[in-house]
């Protein structure tokens, strides 16, 4: 039942993308949303949830913006599984919030070095006609990390707060009157 939830996250994402920040002219803002919830999914619970997620919002993101399959997916992939490893496994550190910036900076520069370096190897191969060029990267990167830094708290305490109200839908019972 939790996966139809994080459909409907997705699904609110598609709405405010298309509905509300792309006509404002900052639907750029989509593509990190995903990226802080896969962070945190990661390492404040430490499931494997955050696969799920990843996969769907990266194929998504990959499909919006025309990129190869794999660009955001395979970014959300490696930045949750290296959040969940470093994290939970070999640092083993209970408060999270206190690690969450420098976690949500180190993801957002490997993500713009994944799609970088992924595009340009499938380019390499010939299995795609055009690359996403290093400077087309680094040219609007300092304006989605800062952009991604000012949202991570307001999404860990989002993701905190769906988790507490999911948590506390699936004790009570329903009842029918």
């Known amino acids: 039942m939790r996966y139809v939830g ?12 298309f509905g509300f920040l792309a006509p404002l002219g900052i639907g ?3 593509s990190g949303l995903p990226l802080l919830i896969v962070i945190c999914i990661a390492m404040e619970y430490g499931s494997l949830d955050y696969v799920f997620f990843a996969l769907l919002a990266g194929i998504w993101l990959d499909v919006l913006y025309g990129l190869p399959i794999g660009s955001f997916s395979g970014a959300y992939l490696l930045a949750g599984t290296i959040s969940l490893l470093l ?4 640092l083993w550190i209970d408060t999270g919030w206190k ?7 180190g993801a957002d ?7 970088w ?18 400077t087309q ?3 609007n990167s300092w304006k989605i990390i800062i952009v991604h830094l000012l949202f991570a708290f307001p999404i860990y305490g989002l993701v905190n707060l769906v988790v507490k109200w999911w948590n506390n839908f699936n004790r009570r019972p329903l009842q029918l009157s």
């Open 28 to 30: 750029w803002l989509i």
């Open 117 to 134: 370096l992924y595009s340009g190897l499938l380019y390499r191969l010939h299995w795609i006609t055009v690359s996403v060029s290093g």
């Open 99 to 105: 690690y969450y910036l420098g976690f949500v900076l």
């Open 6 to 17: 994080y459909i409907f996250i997705i699904l609110i994402l598609i709405g405010l993308s």
């Open 109 to 115: 520069i490997l993500m713009l070095l994944w799609i």
């Open 137 to 139: 990267i680094w040219h």
């Open 87 to 90: 994290f939970r496994r070999l």
